[in-house]
């Protein structure tokens, strides 16, 4: 093989992994948050107790079946700097709630009430 395919193979995985690999995951991402995760109208109620950590706060929603990718809620809380602003409280979700909608809700300290 010529050096001079060997270096253009090299030059498309790198453009593979600086620019459409990001962009795939901002793209999967950007579904995952505005999609609702279920079209139930199933109430939850889940309650966030005070000094809770983030990684836990997930753990709760997951086990709770409001969330169905923990890695990419934590990227979506990454991405929105929220992970250290979630609030605690008792919270109320309906089951057609979208993973961006619910992080606001945590964040906003909007509570059931």
């Given amino acids: 093989m010529k050096l001079s395919k060997i270096i253009k193979k090299k030059r498309l995985s790198i453009l593979?992994?600086?620019?459409?690999?990001?962009?795939?995951?901002?793209?999967?991402?950007?579904?995952?948050?505005?999609?609702p995760l279920s079209e139930s109208h199933t109430t939850y109620t889940i309650d966030i107790p005070k000094?809770?950590?983030?990684?836990?706060?997930?753990?709760?929603?997951?086990?709770?079946?409001?969330?169905?990718?923990?890695?990419l809620f934590y990227s979506l809380a990454i991405s929105q700097n929220a992970a250290g602003n979630i609030r605690a409280g008792e919270y109320e979700f309906i089951g057609s709630i979208s993973p961006f909608e619910i992080l606001r809700k945590l964040v906003r300290g909007e509570i059931k009430g």
């Avoid at 990684?55 to 709760?60: L, M, Q, T």
């Fill in 16 to 35: 593979f992994l600086t620019f459409l690999l990001p962009l795939f995951s901002f793209l999967t991402l950007i579904n995952y948050a505005g999609n």
């Fill in 51 to 71: 000094g809770t950590s983030f990684k836990r706060i997930v753990e709760i929603l997951e086990e709770s079946g409001l969330l169905k990718s923990k890695l």
